[in-house]
């Protein structure tokens, strides 16, 4: 779990960062999980992009991929999901 001042850190962190995935119609499957797990291992912090034709709500959705790839939810603004998870092999982010 992370404290809100490890939360405050990494938005600030990923003011920058572009969203790379997309979630649809379609929703949360075991592939974007896959991909996003992958993805987080890489980079640790990643946005993912809820678009207006999903059906599922923004939270549901991050908890969805939070179930899937063992993430933490950094923040859930508009229809963006901010996504952190420490890297095994690639530490790059220094937590406070």
Known sequence: MLT???????RKA???VQP?????KAGV????????????????????SVLQNCFEDNNQ?????????DAHIVQVIGN????YKES??????ELP
């Not at 809100?4 to 990494?10: D, F, G, T, V, W």
């Not at 959705?61 to 790839?69: F, L, P, Q, R, W």
């Not at 963006?80 to 996504?83: E, G, S």
């Not at 095994?88 to 982010?93: D, F, H, S, T």
Request: a negative charge; glycine letters at 2%.
């Open 29 to 48: 499957n075991e592939n974007m999980t896959t991909q996003i797990n992958e993805a987080l291992e890489k980079r640790e912090l990643i946005k993912v």
């Open 20 to 24: 790379i995935f997309q979630v649809g």
């Open 4 to 10: 809100s001042k490890q939360k405050k850190h990494l």
């Open 14 to 16: 990923s003011h920058n």
């Open 88 to 93: 095994e092999e690639n530490k790059q982010i």
């Open 61 to 69: 959705v991050a908890d969805e991929i939070v179930e899937a790839t």
């Open 80 to 83: 963006t999901v901010i996504l």
